[in-house]
């Protein structure tokens, strides 16, 4: 399996544009995570779904951030409109089924907003 | 609430110069707790999972170990390589998720 695949790998927009983050989990996984990783605050989960459906989205900053699951293979992060402290690093996350199973991380999308 | 305090936040060893990284955690019904490695440029790389105190594990120079406080991440005889943030991670038999330590930013000399 080819891991956890996110595009773009960097992105550079300006204020109040719109952006599309993707995100295709490992097959077989049924948790998706989306964290956000800034060097004054680590890593933060933002959302989760478990089959698809949204579990948890209590980390999502404002309701300028969503997010969407159509099916099992595929996840978006959508910020609208955007603002220059949403730079950071976003990464999404898949794991199987079960608590006690790891997390495996695709490479990330370095968000830059000017 | 669940949380995780790594210490230190960065670490400079010369290579062979074996040392330890701590990783406190207070969690209610731990169900494991993960570390990671990760480079810079790369997402988390995924390296242990322990799931009860007095569990240990090992991979190449690498050792982790928990109690029902911390867990340890020992580095034995350490190589250039082996410099990256290691993450800690604890999980919780309340939620799905994982909560995130801020990392220990592991330099490695020659």
């Known amino acids: 399996d080819a891991g956890v695949i996110q595009s773009p790998r960097h992105e550079v927009t300006e204020m109040g544009q719109e952006v599309t983050l993707r995100c295709k989990p490992i097959?077989?996984?049924?948790?998706l995570f989306w964290y956000r990783q800034t060097m004054m605050r680590g890593l933060e989960l933002l959302i989760y779904?478990?089959?698809?459906?949204?579990?948890?989205d209590s980390g999502m900053p404002e309701d300028r951030f969503s997010a969407k699951m159509p099916n099992a293979s595929f996840s978006t992060l959508k910020i609208q409109p955007s603002e220059p402290r949403d730079s950071a690093v976003y990464f999404c996350?898949?794991?199987?089924?079960?608590?006690?199973?790891?997390?495996?991380f695709g490479q990330g999308t370095r968000l830059t907003v000017v | 609430e669940d949380q995780v305090t790594q210490s230190p936040e960065a670490l400079r060893l010369q290579e062979g110069e074996s040392s330890s990284l701590n990783c406190s955690y207070t969690?209610?019904?731990?169900?494991?707790l993960f570390w990671y490695r990760q480079d810079p440029g790369k997402g988390p790389e995924f390296l242990f999972t322990?799931?009860?105190a007095g569990e240990e594990k090992e991979k190449e120079r690498l050792k982790a170990t928990l109690t029902k406080k911390e867990s340890f991440l020992h580095i034995t005889a350490p190589k250039p390589e082996d410099s990256a943030t290691y993450l800690c991670?604890?999980?919780?038999?309340?939620?799905?998720?994982?909560?995130f330590g801020t990392g220990t930013r592991l330099q490695v000399f020659p």
């Open positions: 996350a898949s794991s199987l089924p079960g608590l006690k199973t790891e997390a495996f």
């Open positions: 991670a604890v999980g919780s038999y309340n939620t799905d998720k994982l909560i």
């Open positions: 969690v209610s019904g731990l169900r494991g």
């Open positions: 097959s077989g996984h049924d948790y």
């Open positions: 322990l799931y009860s």
């Open positions: 779904f478990n089959n698809n459906v949204p579990i948890d």
